[in-house]
């Protein structure tokens, strides 16, 4: 991995620095080394792992995992569902703002970016970390899965109270290594425009999450965005 500088986070590099020596990882890196020679890869090299450099180890109180980067140009910063300032809104973060609204009130942000959230504890984690620009999954099954998994295994065995937020199957694949009587599991359909009708919409995770939070005396997420 000596091509593959990690810019992570000191707490989350002491959990994790066995997995960056793996042989997975060794081979995850020579991926994204011939892939960067041939195509745009996003998000940009510093900020694979911005989600944990917003939200220290000790810190998480919330997960959120998404499937893989937004593809577009300039969309993807490492946090998932998330986009920088200044970039149109994805239809799924769209649909994600407006169960946000109707969960707790206030008004829809104009920005899509989410990095408040990762600043109060809550772990935006994609469970693949990288896509070629404009190729949708395309860099699922080289490794990512593997350390993603290692990441909610930590979590899940050195922490407690964490809640969940399992947005469709692909996610919800992800609840089989968390332990439902350490931590709390939210569950529903993904908030894409295909599924946000089936259970995404009126599921209230944001609500659920802080109920769950105050239950157990920790201090609940500010979720809005707007300024006030």
Known sequence: MSNFPVHIQSSWRKKLTHEFQKDYFSQLNTFLIEERKQFEVYPKRDHIFEAFNQTSFEKVKVVIIGQDPYHGAKQAHGLSFSVQEGIKKP???????LELKEDIGGDLPESGNLIKWSKQGVLMLNATLTVR???????????????????IKVINNELENVVFILWGKYAQKKGGIINRDKHYIIQSAHPSPFAAHRGFFGSKPFSKTNDFLISKGIKPINWSLVDS
């Open 91 to 97: 239809p799924s973060l769209n649909n994600i703002l």
């Open 133 to 151: 620009a404009h190729h949708a999954g395309s860099h699922q099954k080289k490794g990512w899965e593997t350390f993603t998994d290692a990441v």
